[in-house]
């Protein structure tokens, strides 16, 4: 057994799911900045080069969610529930997988254009990441409880700004004499559905958190 592995086997469960926890809302954290990278640049060369770090940043994201099963397959005792940290796994590599598909759909479709919708899901997702961010890491000890709600309440309501930007950019997408040609109303829809999901998946994340908070209330 190497020594890192050694050290994992010996630490605190609660601080080993902790550690793992937090690389992986950093990670994903990490991601969403330079998700917001992707889509401002107009440079093409420089988007594809943006797109293939971002492609590279989620499949250490697999590995790490990888890691956090495993743990949890090896670990008798767990600080959460079973199913609620399987959760949480999913949940945070799920939201990667959403940005990096639509990061893939504007090389994909040789999207060169940063329209205003496109920034503000960007701006949208990196706020919710980063509420996901420090909900997570309070998790742990639920003195917390109250910081915890608020950052449910947050992402609630960015989620709901979300909405608002999506069905506005779907109804000028159709809107009659929009200029855009079917193929090109149907690339954007591709993208800002990408993006609806993600933001889907972080509320969904916040349904986990504050499960985990009553159960252990």
């Known amino acids: ?11 605190p469960k609660e601080e080993r799911f902790r550690e793992l926890f937090e690389r992986d809302t950093n990670h994903l954290l990490r991601a969403a900045k330079l998700f917001v990278q992707v889509v401002q640049t107009t440079d093409f060369a420089e988007r594809k080069k943006r797109v293939e770090e971002l492609r590279t940043i989620e499949h250490e994201g697999d590995l790490l969610t990888k890691e956090i099963f495993e743990a949890l397959n090896s670990t008798f005792i767990t600080p959460l529930d079973r199913e609620d940290i399987r959760s949480i796994a999913t949940d945070l590599d799920d939201i990667l997988d959403y940005m990096e598909g639509v990061a893939q759909y504007l090389i ?17 997702i990196v706020s919710m990441v980063e509420e996901i961010h420090k909900a997570t890491g309070w998790v742990w000890d639920l003195s917390n409880e109250k910081q915890i709600y608020e950052s449910i309440v947050r992402i609630s309501a960015l989620e709901n700004e979300a909405d608002a930007v999506y069905f506005g950019v779907i109804a000028d997408l159709f809107k009659e004499g929009s200029g855009k040609t079917p193929v090109e109303i149907l690339k954007w829809k591709e993208i800002y559905q990408g993006l609806e999901d993600a933001c889907d998946e972080c509320k969904e994340f916040t349904h986990v958190l504050g499960n985990v908070v009553i159960k252990n209330a």
């Open 1 to 11: 057994m190497k020594g890192d592995k050694i050290v994992k086997f010996f630490m």
């Open 108 to 124: 994909l479709f040789e999207i060169k254009d940063s329209p205003e919708p496109l920034r503000k899901f960007a701006e949208i």
